[in-house]
């Protein structure tokens, strides 16, 4: 942590306490780097400059509704309810500042019985608003955090000089869906469905290793459930909570029945082989049917992707499934969107996108429009598409998968088809 020292500058304390200082930070559209220094810091008193554009000060309201959750002891102030400014107009911002940022700042220091020293976050804002805060407020400190970095640099000023100060201790990482929280009004995290016990991490790791080596009981069965699943949605005889069907003779090997037996552990009220009668989920299926179709279908490999994070040691609490931003919008093409996994991981976040397999008459367009639709609506992030090897083997028969790969890596999507791949587009390989 940080607290003042006698020479005016911010030295790393072990103290979770508010620190007595007022910290100045610009709102911009992405707030992550202030509110992870916020965290990190505890300011006493933080003073949030926002301009009059509306979509800053509706982001304002989301980044105080966060930090008064994560920091009850900081007083939050806000200058600009008082009297606005343009971002982009030096004078009137010149004007903003000694009409009301400077009376804010100079009320604060007359309540307090500290001396609080003044820091200013630079980080975001437009150059205008950075250009006006440097030369008009009397800074004892500035602090700048690098998009690729997860410290503060910081600038102090001693004795009239501006000196750097080096870098802080790293910063404390937000938690990924209170990171949603700053770029959606509204946030939920889907139900995992079944839940990642041991035995189900070993199930999926065993389909992945089967469906990687072609092995031909899985392929068989996989190919059926999905013709029942997906292509025959519109069979209304399919379209019940649970179905009891004949297993197609091609499908009535050793093979298949053990695959078959393995995938019961999940529920084998829902999933179960009695001679050659399957009794599995239909395509109305309710709670644990539900759940053991969506696992089936392709959580395995959300699961999975879980626990090799894990295994890689990114910690539970820097990861988050099936978060949905603006739920109650999503009957709107520009409203829900769904997370499959979200990370945020040393001041870096990442969507990670989920395809088990290439979805029946889904063209890899549509794909590659899915995670553009994304865009911002989790922060700056960096997206990653996570395949399983049935999807990465489809493409290949169809001479696509190095056009895919090429058009996702134009967009700034990293491809992933293996445990390793993965690692590596999150910096951990």
Known sequence: MLEPSPHGELQDVMNNSPRPFIYVCVVSEFNLPEYEACLTLCPQHLVLVVSSFPK?????????????????????????????????NILELQNWIAEALRPCVDAIKAGSEDDLTLVFNATGGTKAIGMGLLTRMPWDEIHYKGFSGNELQRL????????????????????????????????????IGLEGQKQHTELALQLWQALDEQETGIESLFGWLDELWSQGRDNPDYNKNQL??????????PQVAAWIERLSSLDNSSFDLDGQQ?????????????AVRKWISGDWLEQLTHHWLLQAGV????????????????????????????????????????????????????????????????????????????????LEEKNRWDIFKAKLAANGTRLCDSRESLLKALGLG
């Open 156 to 191: 102090a000023l001693i004795n009239n000089e501006w000196v750097s100060r080096g870098k802080s201790r790293p910063m404390k990482t937000a938690a990924p869906l209170d990171i949603a929280r700053l770029y959606a009004d509204k946030v939920e995290q889907q139900s």
């Open 244 to 253: 009891t069907l004949t297993l197609p003779e091609a499908l009535q090997t």
């Open 315 to 394: 910690l539970a609490e820097e990861m988050a499934r099936g978060v949905v931003v603006n739920p109650e919008q999503q009957q709107s093409s520009d409203g829900n969107r769904e997370a499959d996994v979200f990370v945020h991981l040393k001041g870096r976040s990442y969507l990670i996108e989920i395809k088990a397999d290439v979805p029946p008459e889904t063209q890899e367009k549509s794909i590659e429009q899915q995670l553009e639709s994304m865009g911002d609506r989790f922060g700056k992030t960096t997206k990653v598409l996570m395949v399983g090897p049935h999807f990465r083997r489809t």
């Open 56 to 88: 800053l000060r509706k982001a304002s309201e989301r980044l105080v509704n966060v930090l008064r959750e994560d920091l009850p002891n900081t007083t939050i102030h806000r200058p600009d309810e008082q009297q606005q400014f343009d971002g982009e």
């Open 278 to 290: 399957l009794s599995l989920p239909g395509n109305n299926p309710r709670k644990a049917r539900k």
